[in-house]
């Protein structure tokens, strides 16, 4: 099959990046009958990294498959901020992981981290594990839900506590691109009913594990960005929000109460 004909099929079933996409497939396939077979599940509606089995993140090639959550552009911005947070040689704990995307770019580009993805999906875990094999250093993935897999002796250790957790409103998914709404598992989207319930266990939790310095990043939308930093502050962490116009991205950002947001900025305290 050409390029061409092959971008057409993929314009004819609503792709809006067909002539890339076509490209992407066209270097993915090792036979025809191959290429064929991955047009039929994109026409579909099967995300194109599922079916290619990587997806790009942070500059970085994670691998993905199908029943696993596709890393999102959008989280670059939680990627940034905990890159910028962090302290040498810093502990680093990713919850709701999914194929541990933030993690190994976290991983990748800081010095001497030693990192910890959690997940309470069988299929995310292994996706994990297989990703942060990569990296040379200290890297592990668990499966459970949120901590409680976490080794106790990290208890008030961590330095950044980063999740993207499913945060959509039960009554939201339904609205969702046919991509995340068929072919990602409902339990990396729903986030209950006004789409905070595991934010707000997440936010719960993590006084027991940070560092007296440590930062709990959290993946959020601009409208949901105030009720997530209020439920960080219900729990005595002060917040503050940072928000990207670009990558159409928010992230909520809690720490201690007792430490101010300016030792916060400037790593004091490490
Ligand atoms: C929105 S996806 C994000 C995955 C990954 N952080 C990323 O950005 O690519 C949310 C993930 O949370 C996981 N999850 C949902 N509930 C969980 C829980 N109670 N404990 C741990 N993980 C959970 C899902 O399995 C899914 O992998």
Known sequence: ?????????????????????????????????????????RVRGVPLEQIVGWAEFGGLRIAVAPGVFVPRRRTE???QQALLLAPPQPIVVELCCGSAALTVAVASTLQDVEVYATDIDTAAVQWARRNLSRLSGSAVALEGDLYEP?????????????????????????????????????????GGADGLDIVRRIVAGAKRWLAANG????????????????????????????????????????????????????????
């Not at 992407?24 to 039929?40: K, W």
């Not at 990290?154 to 068929?182: C, F, H, K, Q, W």
């Not at 439920?231 to 992230?251: C, H, I």
Request: charge should be negative; aromatic fraction near 4%; charged fraction near 20%.
């Open 1 to 41: 099959m050409g390029r061409a004909t092959l971008a057409e099929r993929l314009r004819i079933a609503g792709c809006v990046f067909a002539d890339d996409e076509a490209e992407l497939l066209l270097t993915a396939a090792t036979t025809p009958e191959e290429l064929e077979q991955m047009v039929r599940h």
């Open 150 to 190: 976490l080794p106790h002796s990290l208890a008030g250790r961590v330095d950044l506590l980063l999740a993207n957790a499913p945060y959509v409103p039960t009554g939201s998914i339904e609205l969702l691109p046919r991509e995340a709404r068929l072919y990602e598992p409902r339990l990396a989207l729903d």
């Open 77 to 79: 911005l939680l990627l």
């Open 215 to 270: 930062q709990l990043l959290v993946e959020t939308t601009n409208g949901q960005a105030s009720a997530t930093t209020a439920a960080f502050e219900r729990d005595g962490l002060a917040s503050r929000s940072v928000t990207s116009d670009e990558l159409d991205a928010t992230v909520a950002i809690g720490w201690l109460a007792n430490v101010t947001s300016q030792d916060k900025q400037s790593g004091a305290g490490h």
